[in-house]
């Protein structure tokens, strides 16, 4: 990468130079408008001095109305602008009481920058650092109890707000925390000045007005924004290239006046960035997504991090030594009550990520990490375990495939098993498998009376995969409409509470923008098509029989989520026997798999 400016004082000299280009577009946009005005008063003032005859009065009338639409017009336009809050990044507020060592640390570095400190320090469930400025129409940002205490130093009303990604305060250690965070302290600098500070404020401004026109809705409100919304864009557009090199330039002058603070430190802790965003994007894809789909949230993600980035590091041979770092002071030392951070970034997180509400309930509780084997992987195979299941008893008859050519086994006369595990009879009013429909009786007997399917074993679901080129099909498909439904349902749920405009119950401060219409959602995972459901369904069986029949358990890995663990061991091995099965119908390799395990495929499972 390049550099912009050869030091810290050129940089803000260009990027001024580039706001003041901002602001003429702004003085141009302002002139247009009131150019009709213009003309109007320079006809007025002509004809009352006699300068101008009478014939000129039309176009003063002319003039006149064009003035009025384009004031009222221009005053629309700008009184939108100012109103209009920007949306900000949803974050968890850090006072100064919670974390007086985190701001004493940021406060010190801003004084060995010689920049203003932030205003204040929030946490964002990313790893990502940056400032934001949270002054747009007088509303300050958050502040510690008690406002700014005597030798604040350079602290100001109007600095930004400093908003640190929360997995580097459980991963880094502390004097990495503050390597990393020196070129975006350095940042408050530029922001100080007053152009710089102007020229961004006209900015957000159109954006925000932007997003105001997007939501309109009414006969009269809605073609008024609309109009504000295209005058917005259109300056945006204007203004774009200018705003692009300015915020380069403030960049570039941030990182070249952090270059005297902890240069050599800041290295290593860039390659820390990277190992934790590695760490972050495994235990949010494989761990907390499961639990999240199931209405609980880990509570403590942060403090998973860094079990997954210590396990990282033992696996991978690049990240050797990565784990000794674990004897120095973590960032988290920093703060006061990291629990009760960690529990509401992880809250947040869930928001974020998956949607969920901002308080818990019912069908949306916490659960700690010594609960997930338990809580969350066992009911996450049950569950999708009975859902295979239902789809298997909803089969129409004709998608069952011809009988099998070899007669069919005796009867057992063993006692059938109920959904729990006791001695009961087969439910009713389900369909079952082709082996004793109406009129497919044994040769010379008669038609045998239709009965029920048997228990939830394993056995029917790998026998039906096996003789049924279609069922797998039929199945996929089915399981996928199954899970849109029950997202959708639960997508009605969260909107029917309401709860995800209750941002004051979470403490996590945003804008007007994400308030009214709920939280951004970034979704983590594509959604997964119907063979992916099935051999993730297929595997969920497999994983409780395992549990009920071979002695294994539910566990937790920190890197790829639920585990399946076997004499205290985790087997990792059955991915492939399940796809042989799911794509192939070969069910050779799943069988050898069961039997050097030991499980029983023919027992029930227990169910929910």
């Known amino acids: ?82 109103r ?35 205003s204040a320090i929030a946490l964002t469930p990313d790893c990502d650092s940056w400032l934001e400025d949270r002054t747009h129409r007088a509303h300050g940002p958050p502040r510690g109890a008690g406002g700014p205490e005597p030798g604040a130093g350079r602290r100001s ?27 975006v302290v350095a940042g408050t600098g530029p922001s100080a000045h007053p152009d710089i500070a102007a020229a961004r404020r006209f900015i957000r401004g159109l954006d925000a007005a932007v997003a105001v026109a997007a939501r309109a809705r009414g006969p009269l409100r809605g073609p008024a924004l609309r109009f504000v919304g295209k005058v917005a864009r259109l300056l945006l557009r204007a203004c774009r290239e200018h705003a692009t090199i300015m915020e380069r330039a403030v960049a570039a002058a941030a990182s070249e006046r952090a270059q005297s603070v902890d240069y050599g430190l800041r290295i290593v802790a860039q390659e820390q960035v990277g190992l934790a965003y ?25 403090a998973g991090v860094v079990s997954a980035l210590t396990e990282l590091s033992r696996r991978d041979r690049l990240a050797d030594g990565f784990a000794s770092r674990l004897g120095e002071r973590p ?52 569950l999708e375990a009975a859902r295979l299941h239902r789809v298997l008893d909803d089969l129409p008859a004709p998608a069952l495939g011809p009988a099998p050519a070899t007669p069919p086994m005796e009867p057992s006369p063993a006692p059938t098993f109920s959904y729990a595990g006791g001695p009961a009879g087969p439910p009713a009013g389900r369909g079952g498998p082709a082996d004793h429909r109406p009129g497919d009786g044994r040769p010379g007997g008669p038609p045998s009376a239709p009965t029920a399917p048997p228990g939830p074993t394993l056995d029917r679901v790998i ?15 089915r399981l996928g409409a199954e899970v849109e439904r029950e997202e959708r349902e639960e997508a009605a749920r ?25 939280l951004p959602l970034f979704p983590l995972q594509p959604p997964r098509t119907g063979r ?35 004499d205290g061991a985790r087997r990792a091995d059955l991915g492939s026997p399940v796809l042989s099965l799911v794509d192939d119908g070969d069910a050779g390799p799943l069988r050898g798999w069961l039997t050097t395990v030991g499980v029983r495929p023919e027992k029930p499972v227990r169910l929910v």
């Open 1 to 82: 990468m390049y550099r912009l400016v050869a030091s810290p004082e050129t940089g803000v000299l260009a990027a001024r130079a580039r706001a003041l280009a901002v602001l003429r577009i702004r003085g141009a946009a302002l002139a247009v408008a009131l150019l009709p005005a213009a003309v109007a008063v320079v006809l007025a003032v002509g004809r009352a001095t006699g300068r101008l005859g009478a014939g000129w009065d039309p176009a003063g009338w002319v003039a006149g109305a064009f003035a009025l639409v384009g004031l009222l017009l221009a005053a629309l336009v700008g009184a939108v602008v100012a």
């Open 84 to 118: 209009a809050r920007p949306a900000l990044s949803p974050s968890v507020p850090i006072t100064e009481e919670s974390a007086p060592d985190l701001y004493r640390l940021v406060r010190d570095l801003a004084d060995r920058l010689e920049v203003p400190a932030p």
């Open 157 to 183: 009303a109007e600095a930004p707000v400093l908003v640190i990604g929360s997995p580097f305060l459980w991963w880094m250690r502390v004097a990495e925390l503050r390597a990393l965070l020196a070129p």
């Open 278 to 302: 590695a760490g972050w994007d495994r235990l949010l894809t494989r761990v907390a997504l499961p639990a999240w789909r199931m209405g609980r949230w880990p509570s403590r993600l942060d």
């Open 331 to 382: 960032a988290c030392d920093l703060l006061e009550e990291p629990g009760a951070i960690d529990r509401a970034a992880s809250l947040l997180a869930a928001r974020l990520f998956h949607g969920g509400p901002a308080e818990t309930g019912p069908d949306w509780s916490p659960v700690g990490w010594n609960q997930y084997p338990e809580e969350v992987v066992d009911r996450k195979w049950r």
């Open 463 to 477: 026998e039906r995969l096996a003789h049924d080129a279609h069922a797998g099909d039929l199945v996929a498909a």
């Open 494 to 518: 969260q909107a029917a509470r309401g709860s995800l405009a209750e941002d004051a119950t979470a403490g996590v401060a945003w804008g007007d923008g994400l308030a009214e219409g709920g």
């Open 532 to 566: 992916e459901l099935l051999a993730d369904h297929v595997t969920a069986m497999v994983c409780c029989a395992a549990v009920d029949t071979a002695g294994a358990v539910p566990g937790l890995d920190w890197l790829d989520g639920p585990a399946l663990l076997v």
